[in-house]
């Protein structure tokens, strides 16, 4: 089991920059792949970026690509999603998730992602 809390969430101007953070506790999270999603009021949970249990590996959704920038501290069982330039279609409630089953980083469906937390707010204005 692990649990997973996030942190960092705001309002930013778009444009600006935010930092979440995700801290986990439980069992061997530095096995786990761990990813961010978004969900827009009234739409779809989104996948957002992710990350290799090692942290070698990262995938990222196009639309953030070069913008967002995800890393792990394994070390403070602590998973990051650096947010530069975001936009006011970036409002949304972000979620941490995690999974031990050995997918790929580029396997970005929200079933393939065992633990979530309840998310933090990120609002962008314009």
């Known amino acids: 089991q692990v649990q997973l809390v996030e942190s960092g969430g705001g309002l930013v101007q778009a444009g600006g920059s935010l930092k979440l953070s995700c801290a986990a506790s439980?069992?061997?999270?530095?096995?786990?792949?761990t990813g961010w999603f978004r969900q827009a009021p009234g739409k779809e949970r989104k996948f957002v970026a992710a990350i290799s249990w090692s942290g070698a590996s990262t995938y990222y959704e196009g639309s953030v690509k070069g913008r967002f920038t995800i890393d792990r501290d394994n070390a403070k069982n602590t998973v990051f999603l650096q947010m530069n330039s975001p936009t006011p279609e970036g409002t949304a409630v972000y979620y941490c998730?995690?999974?031990?089953?050995?997918?790929?980083?580029?396997?970005?469906?929200?079933?393939?992602?065992?633990?979530w937390g309840q998310g933090t707010q990120v609002t962008v204005s314009s």
């Open positions: 439980g069992r061997a999270f530095d096995r786990y792949r």
């Open positions: 998730a995690a999974d031990g089953r050995g997918y790929s980083v580029a396997y970005t469906p929200a079933a393939g992602f065992a633990y």
